[in-house]
């Protein structure tokens, strides 16, 4: 089945800086990849998503970019504030058969004032 | 529009017995998928639903069951319920036909 692998696990960055999050996946049928940020107590939000037909996606100071040749997309924070420290999930998904997402393990986003 | 709402928020349960966790869809949505999130695994997929019909499942065993009403309301029952079972358990709503999936609160489930 697909493996979605989601680097680093932890990222600390200072107020103001990016944050780039980098996930690959497995199965060259995946065509779905969204992106959701989950505070303490919460459900995981979606953020941002991306279909394999776009190379890149933007929504404010948050962007998506898709590389299907190499199987990678990354997600990317401009001017982080310390309400962005929170868990971001990478996912992927076929969209056959249903929509089941495969996750990747997470990465904690600390930003510090 | 209201979110998607899981109830209930916390249980606690003893090893051995059954639980029903029920997930109410955002309005209009057709599709319903619960994952389980645990520390160590991370968030895995268990089923989903359209039209009350499962439509895909994910790699659980047996025990774990759903099913789909007809105004899109969802449940999952745990049976023989098991230490490894205590997770968060998460209901996501899709629109009929895209993949966006928003998720509910979560059910804390902790087995003793």
């Known amino acids: 089945g697909e493996n979605v692998e989601q680097h680093p696990s932890t990222l600390s960055v200072q107020e103001g800086d990016s944050a780039v999050i980098k996930c690959t996946y497995s199965?060259?049928?995946?065509?779905?990849f969204p992106w959701y940020k989950q505070e303490l107590g919460k459900g995981p939000q979606l953020i941002i998503d991306?279909?394999?037909?776009?190379g890149e996606k933007k929504d404010q100071r948050i962007a998506v970019t898709l590389n299907k040749t190499a199987k990678h997309f990354s997600l990317h924070i401009t001017e982080t504030q310390p309400e962005d420290s929170a868990v971001y999930f990478c996912?992927?998904?076929?969209?056959?058969?249903?929509?089941?997402?495969?996750f990747g393990k997470g990465t904690s986003l600390l930003v510090t004032p | 529009k209201a979110g998607v709402t899981q109830t209930p928020r916390y249980l606690i349960k003893t090893r051995g017995q059954q639980v029903t966790l029920s997930c109410s869809p955002i309005?209009?949505?057709?599709?319903v998928s619960w994952y389980q999130q645990t520390p160590g695994q991370g968030l895995q997929f268990l089923f989903e639903?359209?039209?009350?019909?499962?439509?895909n499942k994910g790699n659980f065993p047996g025990r774990f069951s759903g099913r789909q009403f007809s105004n899109s309301r969802s449940e999952m029952n745990v049976s023989t319920l098991e230490l490894g079972d205590s997770a968060l358990y998460l209901c996501?709503?899709?629109?009929?036909?895209?993949?966006?999936?928003?998720f509910g609160p979560g059910t804390r489930l902790t087995v003793t």
């Open positions: 996501a709503s899709s629109p009929s036909e895209g993949h966006e999936q928003y």
């Open positions: 996912a992927a998904s076929k969209g056959s058969s249903g929509y089941a997402l495969n």
């Open positions: 309005s209009g949505h057709r599709s």
């Open positions: 199965d060259s049928a995946s065509n779905y």
């Open positions: 639903y359209f039209s009350e019909t499962q439509r």
């Open positions: 991306i279909r394999s037909n776009v």
